[in-house]
């Protein structure tokens, strides 16, 4: 179940920007192949221009990119103290109003969610729809409100406030990039970009104990009078995005 989070009279707009690991750093990892245009066949020509962690497998037809992002299992902190690791697919139908192949437009975030004690990785499965949206923020410093919520303390970690809408921010992603949301990190459900009645499935890894506070903290937002809470993601043109990403 949701937890309401009232925002009163706050107003905020953002335009989705494309989906890189510089810009995502703060809130996780980027897994796409980082050198389309080398076939394993000619790693010994391309190796020094390499980067570091790749190297040659399945002799010689593979290139292997080693530790390209890693699951964080934080539940031997969390009040049940196990974890164990899950793969599932997610089925996501492309949302209704967002479609950038019809010209800009906007989408309202109602809901964000955390997974506070485990890393989570979407990997796309080729299917219908080509693009997704990802919607992060940063957390905002402890208070009364969010301290009946359980998450882990350490390094590295966002913290245990509720999400700093202000700094929310928005990645436009392509089929052909993976995405890991860091333990504890704010984003939003997934939101697929494209036609009505297309989709895009993607595998789920992560860690979970089937203890719903543990395992996923919702939120729900609300403004003031309003159907919808006034946080809003421009979702540029495809033309606009296609040739950035």
């Not at 810009?23 to 389309?36: H, L, M, Q, W």
């Not at 990119?65 to 974890?83: E, F």
Request: aromatic content about 8%; glycine content about 8%.
């Amino acid at each position: 179940m949701a937890l309401q989070i009232p925002i009163g009279s706050l107003d905020i707009q953002i335009t989705a920007e494309p989906l890189t690991q510089e810009a995502f750093s703060p809130f996780g990892d980027v897994v796409s192949n980082p050198r389309p245009d080398v076939h394993p066949s000619s790693f010994d020509a391309h190796a020094s221009s390499l980067p570091p962690n790749a190297f040659p497998a399945n002799q010689g037809s593979a290139i292997q990119y080693r530790n390209v992002s890693r699951l964080k299992n934080l539940y031997h902190q969390a009040p049940s103290g196990k974890g164990e690791p899950i793969m599932s697919i997610f089925v996501c139908a492309a949302r209704g109003g967002a479609d950038p192949s019809s010209g800009p437009n906007a989408l309202a975030v109602r809901h964000l969610e955390r997974h506070p004690f485990t890393a989570q990785t979407f990997t796309p499965v080729k299917s219908t729809a080509s693009s997704y949206l990802v919607i992060v923020a940063p957390s905002l410093p402890p208070s009364p409100k969010d301290q009946h919520l359980p998450v882990p303390t350490g390094d590295g970690l966002p913290g245990r406030g509720f999400p700093q809408l202000e700094r929310l921010r928005a990645f436009i992603a392509a089929d052909n990039q993976a995405v890991t949301y860091g333990a504890g990190t704010w984003h939003s459900p997934m939101v697929v970009l494209g036609r009505a009645g297309t989709r895009l499935d993607f595998v789920v890894s992560q860690f979970a104990s089937g203890v719903a506070v543990e395992d996923c903290q919702l939120l729900e937002f609300t403004s003031d009078g309003k159907d919808e809470p006034a946080i809003r993601v421009k979702i540029p043109s495809q033309r606009d995005f296609s040739t950035k990403l």
